[in-house]
């Protein structure tokens, strides 16, 4: 909060026209020439300020978290890359984007005449491309004050030839040097020379021309090869075998945050950030197992595998191949360490890209996260248990009949039956008429049947089969005749009290523990979808019947008359919720009698 305050009132300065008459000193730490001397931040400020003392420069007392402290701006920065993309808008505008955060805030400041200049050790500090060329040169002939600490240039055409010399050789001082570092790394890879880190299983001392063996960690990366290569582990269980071993990845520093990056630089500013030794992953895993450089080789130049000259193969040719092919076979893992019975597990799925949610733990609970596309839209990655438990709940009481749909279904229950009757009937005459046709095509078919032979029309395998056909629809046609009313009205029984059992078992529902709401979720649906807040489902069985009636067809009597197709599947439900209730009346009578 107090950082927050200092910086609103060090703006509320600069826009009142406090540091109208003041400098700032900016200092780059070049990542081109990490070794040069004038490349250090310490010895650009002590420079910088002493020629501003020398030329009685006053600098301005700014301090502003992530970009300046005491006037002195510092950033470790590259001055030579820039990036190539233009914008064009209206009035014949061309915009492009200023790599370095810092740089572009402080001549955004100049520009618009808060600061009356700005004190920089020379030209290669300031800039190594033609792009911030132009930015300084055209505030310079705005009138902003540009002091360099080790060079001067006259305002003549001297001067300004002067400029375009030191601005030149500085973009050409990186170009050689980039050059010739990508000359170099490209020999010394063309004769075997790793240039770069070697991955766990080795140690980096800092010569390229020797990766030495990891004595701690090679026999473990040796082992994970070797049980890879069975097909029984998967790459989850390696992960675990390896974290059982005490494996752990070599040291490495996490990424700077936007904070640190922003932050004052200094050469030892990176020594704050302590180097951590991670667990495993599945990722890490996988990328030990697909990595050639454990068979003594590495990609060259050309793409292809090179015989390295710096460090030992820890495994054979034959073993890693053998890996590859048990990697790309996909085949499921058939010993699993230490099984994690989690709940929900492949039930829930993204509605974007359709992927599974995973269940893991985290300090105690579970959670649900995918491994979406990256095209998907969808932007809630990580939810609990108690997230999704909450949402079923709602979903329960949502698909139970409420009191107005029992008090329509109880008043109008004769009038459904015989609309259903009315709409069986027609179904009927339909049906006969459909029988009637087809018995006319078995009859044909028994009396041409020579003639459609000798013509080519059926060959004798089409003929027996067509008149296969139209005897197995004649015969599903009797069986759809069969259906009684009394099937209708018992089916329509059999809902109401498929509902009012899963409203019983959303009452409870909310008191169940973990094992049971899963058991509850798992009789109900047989997919969830989650997009952003809202939780999609599809039932399962006949709880279909119920999901049903918020679908409709345009036909205001069809959802009853669908029933009847789900018959059987609603009485198999209507079992599955009566012991999931009697479960937990008996449940509470044992609670009952322990309070006793």
């Not at 950082?3 to 780059?28: H, M, P, S, T």
């Not at 007392?61 to 402290?69: D, N, P, S």
């Not at 010739?180 to 080795?202: D, I, N, W």
Request: include cysteine; charged fraction near 30%; glycine fraction near 6%.
């Amino acid at each position: 909060m107090q950082q927050q305050e200092n910086e609103q009132k060090a703006l509320k300065d600069i826009e009142a026209g406090r540091f109208r008459d003041c400098y700032l000193v900016y200092n780059r730490k070049s990542t081109d020439d990490n070794d040069s001397q004038k490349n250090s931040i310490k010895y650009q400020r002590t420079e910088n300020l002493r020629f501003a003392h020398r030329e009685a420069l006053r600098i301005a007392a700014l301090t502003i978290e992530g970009f300046a402290r005491e006037g002195i701006v510092s950033e470790r920065h590259s001055g030579f890359k820039e990036d190539f993309e233009l914008t064009f808008g209206a009035s014949n505008v061309v915009q492009y984007r200023v790599e370095r955060p810092k740089f572009h805030r402080l001549v955004q400041l100049l520009s618009e005449g808060y600061f009356k200049g700005v004190v920089i050790l020379c030209w290669d500090r300031a800039s190594r491309n033609k792009g911030d060329d132009t930015i300084l040169r055209k505030l310079m002939k705005a009138g902003v004050d540009v002091r360099f600490a080790l060079a001067k240039y006259d305002k003549t055409s001297s001067g300004a030839l002067h400029m375009d010399i030191d601005g030149m050789f500085a973009e050409h001082h990186s170009r050689v040097t980039s050059e010739k570092v990508t000359m170099a790394t490209h020999s010394l890879r063309e004769r075997g020379v790793c240039t770069f880190r070697a991955p766990v299983g080795y140690l980096n001392l800092g010569n390229m021309y020797k990766k030495p063996i990891d004595p701690e960690r090679a026999p473990v990366v040796q082992k994970l090869f070797e049980l890879a290569a069975t097909g029984d582990w998967s790459l989850a269980d390696l992960a675990r075998w390896a974290t059982d071993q005490g494996f752990t990845m070599p040291p490495q520093r996490r990424p700077r945050t936007n904070e640190e990056i922003l932050a004052e630089e200094d050469d030892d500013m990176r020594l704050t950030i302590q180097p951590i030794s991670r667990k495993p992953t599945f990722t890490t895993i996988q990328k030990i197992l697909t990595n050639p450089f454990y068979t003594g080789k590495f990609v060259g130049n050309d793409g292809l595998l090179v015989r390295s000259v710096s460090h030992e193969a820890l495994i054979s040719d034959e073993l890693f191949n053998q890996v590859q092919l048990q990697l790309r076979s996909k085949r499921k893992s058939v010993r699993y360490v230490r099984p994690l019975e989690l709940p929900l597990r492949k039930l829930v799925a993204c509605a974007g890209c359709g992927r599974v949610y995973s269940p893991y733990l985290k300090k105690g609970i579970v959670y649900y996260g995918p491994r979406c596309d990256r095209a998907c839209t969808n932007t809630l990655k990580s939810v609990n248990f108690e997230y999704i438990a909450q949402k079923v709940g709602s979903l329960l009481e949502r698909l139970a009949f409420t009191k107005d749909e029992f008090a329509e279904i109880d008043a109008g229950a004769v009038t459904d039956v015989a609309l259903l009757g009315t709409k069986r009937l027609g179904e009927l005459d339909d049906n006969a008429l459909r029988k009637k046709k087809m018995r006319e095509d078995l009859l044909y078919l028994e009396e041409n049947g020579l003639t459609l032979l000798r013509t080519g029309a059926y060959t004798p395998e089409g003929l027996v089969e067509a008149r296969r056909k139209l005897e197995l629809q004649l015969e599903l046609l009797k069986q759809d005749e069969d259906v009684s009313d009394q099937a209708m009205r018992e089916t329509v029984d059999d809902v109401i009290k498929l509902s009012e059992l899963l409203k019983d078992v959303a009452a409870t529902y909310y008191l169940a523990n973990p094992v049971e709401k899963e058991r509850i979720i798992r009789i109900v649906f047989s997919e969830l979808t989650l997009s952003q807040e809202t939780l999609g489902y599809k039932c399962r069985n006949g709880f279909q019947a119920l999901e049903g009636r918020f679908h409709p067809s345009g036909d205001p009597n069809g959802w009853p008359f669908e029933l009847l197709r789900h018959r059987e599947v609603i009485r198999r439900s209507i079992h599955e919720l009566e012991l999931v209730v009697a479960s937990a009346a008996n449940h509470n009578n044992d609670s009952t009698c322990s309070a006793a």
